[in-house]
């Protein structure tokens, strides 16, 4: 559902971008909205996860998805494009909660050895996702030809704004079964007998305030400290590819291909992405 969600942000960016007839540098607020959320969000969910334990940190990860999702309702009600950033941040919110329970609860079930694996086995789930949602997202939001602004000029303006309310709208009830699946989803792994597994002890600290059971802190290790680095730089890059792939592939001189045609070329970026973790999970 995270990796679903997630590049479900590649269709919105074309589509928002017609409907309030933005440039490159705003309709990317998009993404900046969404993934400012892991930024602020991610030391809140490990506080819920350390109250609450990994399932219940799932299963309200699960329920601030969906609020998120439900939000699309009112913002294409009032075609509100900040209320669209808004509800894209709680939806954010949301997975950023789901993946700081599940990922590390994912590693804890089994042998340490073979933890790696069975991440790497999530993250494989997680990219059969990104390969599905572009055509989702091109039979529920982009099922309909977008105008390009040569041909709204020769419209009226009432049916130029009917054109773009409908528009807008167009993600209402896409986003309202989203909703439903993440809550009944939630349910189900609420219900579910999972594994008790509490979290992690922390470290005790000595009265200089150095770590006192051998661990020490994560930023003392550097191969750890280079590789957030290297996620941060790797992230950046491939989510900036997938976001623009709709409307490079609609530019004249790369095909001039509807809106809908172009959603085809992102799940082929993001399906070598899963061919990969699958991969490497076998």
């Known amino acids: 559902m995270w990796g679903f969600l997630t590049c479900l942000n590649d269709i919105i960016i074309p589509h928002l971008k017609a409907v309030f ?16 959320a892991y930024f602020v ?7 819920i996860v350390k109250r609450l334990g990994y399932k219940s940190g799932i299963v309200i990860g699960l329920l601030g998805a969906a609020a998120g999702c439900v939000l699309f309702y009112p913002a294409a009600a009032i075609r509100s494009y900040w209320l669209f950033l808004g509800a894209l941040f709680v939806l954010a919110s949301g997975i950023t909660l789901l993946q700081v329970a599940a990922n590390p609860f994912v590693a804890v079930l089994g042998k340490p050895e073979t933890a790696s694996a069975r991440l790497t086995l999530t993250q494989a789930f997680n990219s059969l996702a990104t390969t599905i949602a ?26 130029v704004q009917a054109y773009k309310i409908a528009e807008a709208q ?5 986003y309202l079964g989203l909703a439903a699946a993440l809550i ?28 006192d059971s051998g661990r020490g802190s994560a930023w003392a290790y550097r191969h750890l400290v280079l590789g957030a680095v290297g996620i941060f730089v790797y992230v ?16 004249p001189v790369m095909g001039g291909l509807s809106a809908a045609d172009a959603a085809d070329t992102v799940s082929y970026y993001w399906g070598g992405r899963w061919s990969g973790a699958s991969s490497e999970a076998c």
């Open 134 to 159: 572009p055509r989702f997202g091109k039979w529920a939001i982009l099922s309909t030809a977008v105008l390009a602004s040569a041909e709204l000029a020769k419209m009226s303006p009432a049916a």
């Open 184 to 211: 009944l989803l939630a349910i189900a792994i609420g219900l579910f007998r999972l594994p008790k597994i509490d979290d992690a002890t922390t470290p005790t600290l000595d009265a200089s305030g150095a770590d």
């Open 41 to 47: 969000m991610s030391l809140p969910s490990g506080f």
């Open 236 to 251: 950046g890059a491939e989510l900036s590819i997938g976001s623009v792939l709709v409307n490079y592939f609609r530019e």
């Open 21 to 36: 007839e933005l440039n490159y540098f705003k309709v990317m607020f998009v993404n900046t909205a969404f993934f400012a």
């Open 170 to 174: 167009s993600v209402q009830k896409p």
